[in-house]
């Protein structure tokens, strides 16, 4: 390089003081991400947990938790519980839903679902199974022990719930049907044992507008299955629905005009009767107690069978049983019934019913047993009015009252035939068939006699004989030939009468003796005719018959 050349020129470095702009890129970038998570943070709702039994159909990241048909949060993760029991279930919920996280919510799983009640869930087969919520009231919470089925009856349906009483919990379960004249009013919720251990507290819930036909007075019964009974009156067989039938179910009434109707009806606790004949039989709040004693068997008469009188029910068996008395070593069956006075209308000045029915025994009262149904043999009593009998008492005791009985129609023919063969076992049957055995022996030997025969045909020329007489008679004679006629006559018709007895008996000649009696009477006959016309026209026997006028 030559050196007159021009020298390059040295750039001039000069140091500038602060911050330079390029560091606002991070910055601005910083603050743009710590924005974003407080803003997602703050728009992401509180993270639950619920525990389930099991997890099926559920999977993280996928299975929705809805409320309403609206997504309302999505499962995060599915995990065990600490005691491996349980399944604990992370679910993250919207920040505008957060508001349904209290103490009374509810959680479960919705998949398809197959039962006697129905089919439910069928369109979690093409989406898949998901978690349903149902808000309820109480504190914020965060844990939570879902259900493992569906609640009956949805928190914001309409109605009231009612607690039942029961002495066993029979064919009812959750989801059976409560009826109202035959119409689904309603659902059973739930059930639990009593405290005492004896009885069962059955949870329902009457739907709008059904709720307000529940009152104070208000009766419930037991439509399950289906009621086949068996009683004096023959078979009976009742059932509410064809869905009662699977599922169980409850019927209720309210009576009418009746003073006890209590508005308030969140703390009482109602009685279910077994069937809806028990309520009839507890409408009849007074009851009287009977004793009466029968001698024959009560077969057939089991507890409740009905009293009547005049064919109305009046009253029911309470209790049947066998006592023995030592000191004559004999058997007694007292059968303890319950008259309901109230059943019958009293007219006039009215009387306590003992001492009616002190009235009535002494006008004729009386009880039997009595064959309700051949089909079945059950028996019931029937008081009925007998002033021709006796009053029979048996215990002699004032503790209990005893109505007086008698045997029932079907005893009292026992009683006569038995009455009859002791007689008829009285008798010498054994001499009397000797006897009369003998006497035939001896008719059967006179019938088979040879002589018999030769006295007919003795008797047969006799009547030729006296035939040829007849014809050689002139009207001088007609006088003595009737009085010989007459006497002819009568023997002939003595003899007949032997024969005629003869004939009767079993014998090989019966046929022939038969025959010839008969010709003999024909002739008897005959000559009877005439001798009564020679008694009329003497004349006859030379002029002729012709002549007559």
């Given amino acids: 390089m ?24 991070p910055v601005i970038t910083m603050v743009i991400g710590i924005w974003l998570v407080v803003k997602t943070v703050n728009e992401q709702g509180p993270v639950i947990t619920v525990s389930f039994n099991t997890a099926e159909g559920v999977e993280a990241g996928k299975t929705k938790v809805k409320y309403k048909s609206v997504d309302i949060g999505v499962v995060q993760s599915v995990s065990f519980s600490d005691d491996l029991k349980t399944v604990l279930i992370s679910v993250q919920v919207d920040k505008q839903s957060s508001g349904f996280l209290k103490r009374g919510t509810n959680f479960w799983v919705v998949r398809p679902r197959l039962s006697l009640r129905g089919a439910s869930g069928l369109g979690t087969l093409v989406s898949g199974a998901y978690i349903e919520i149902e808000p309820g009231d109480g504190a914020v919470q965060s844990h939570f022990i879902g259900l493992e089925d569906p609640p009956v009856v949805k928190a914001d349906e309409a109605g009231k719930e009612i607690v039942l009483q029961a002495e066993k919990l029979g064919s009812i379960d959750i989801g059976s049907p409560v009826y109202y004249r035959g119409i689904q009013a309603g659902e ?43 009683s004096s009156e023959g078979f009976n067989m009742r059932t509410e629905s064809f869905q009662s039938m699977l599922l169980g179910g409850v019927a209720f009434d309210t009576p009418q005009n009746i003073e006890d109707s209590t508005e308030n009806i969140e703390e009482l606790v109602f009685t279910l009767h077994e069937t809806f004949e028990s309520i009839e039989e507890q409408t009849f709040a007074q009851k009287i107690n009977f004793v009466m004693f029968f001698e024959g068997s009560v077969r057939g008469l089991n507890i409740g069978a009905p009293v009547e009188f005049k064919g ?45 029915l002190k009235t009535l025994v002494d006008q004729g009262l009386r009880a039997r047993l009595q064959t309700g149904s051949l089909l079945t043999g059950k028996l019931f009593v029937e008081l009925d009015m007998h002033p021709d009998t006796r009053v029979r008492l048996v215990s002699g005791q004032d503790k209990i009252p005893e109505l007086p009985t008698i045997p029932a129609e079907l005893e009292q023919i026992t009683n006569s035939i038995k009455g009859v063969l002791a007689k008829l076992d009285k008798v010498k049957l054994v001499e009397i068939s000797d006897e009369l055995h003998g006497t035939l022996q001896g008719l059967n030997k006179l019938t088979n006699n040879p002589d018999i025969g030769e006295t007919v045909i003795e008797l047969k020329e006799s009547l030729v004989v006296f035939k040829a007489t007849l014809k050689s008679l002139d009207t001088e004679n007609v006088n003595a030939t009737l009085e010989t006629g007459k006497q002819t006559l009568t023997s002939l018709q003595s003899t007949l009468s032997l024969m005629d007895n003869l004939l009767r008996t079993d014998s090989p000649m019966q046929f022939r003796f038969i025959q010839m009696a008969d010709e003999m009477a024909e002739a008897a006959r005959a000559l009877q005719g005439f001798l009564e016309l020679l008694e009329e026209n003497p004349q006859s026997l030379i002029f002729g018959k012709g002549n007559e006028q």
């Avoid at 329902?204 to 439509?223: H, M, T």
Wanted: no cysteine; net charge negative; aromatic share 8%.
């Fill in 2 to 25: 030559n050196e007159n050349s021009p020298q390059p020129m040295q750039p001039s470095v000069k140091k500038h003081s602060g911050i330079s702009i390029i560091w606002l890129v």
């Fill in 188 to 230: 059973i919720q739930g059930y639990e044992l009593g405290n005492d251990r004896r009885s069962v507290f059955i949870h329902a819930f009457i739907k709008s507008p059904f709720d307000e036909l529940v009152k104070g007075n208000s009766r419930f019964w037991n439509v399950s299955g289906v009621d086949i009974s068996m």
């Fill in 312 to 356: 109305i029910k009046v009253g029911r068996v309470v209790d049947v049983r066998l006592e023995f008395d030592p000191n004559d070593s004999t058997f007694r069956i007292p059968v303890l019934v319950e008259i309901e006075p109230e059943r019958v209308i009293s007219k006039g000045e009215a009387q306590s019913p003992y001492d009616t």
